[in-house]
């Protein structure tokens, strides 16, 4: 799988688990980097179930 297809494939990973509110975006303060995605608490709690 080409890099920008697995990037793509991360990312959609990624807004579902935002849009199932699993997880939430920290923005970095300097707007250099990318969004990063961090566990909320339903995101912990549904990995402590696991």
Same mark, same amino acid.
């Given at each position: 799988? /080409?890099?920008t297809e697995e990037r793509l =494939?991360?990312?959609q990973?990624?807004?579902a688990l935002y849009n199932k509110g699993? /997880?939430?975006v920290a923005v970095?303060? =300097?707007g250099m980097n990318g969004d990063?995605?961090?566990a909320t608490d339903?995101?912990?709690a549904f990995?402590?179930?696991q």
């Open positions: 799988m /080409a890099w =494939d991360l990312l990973s990624l807004i699993l /997880a939430d970095p303060a =300097d990063r995605f961090v339903a995101g912990r990995l402590a179930q």
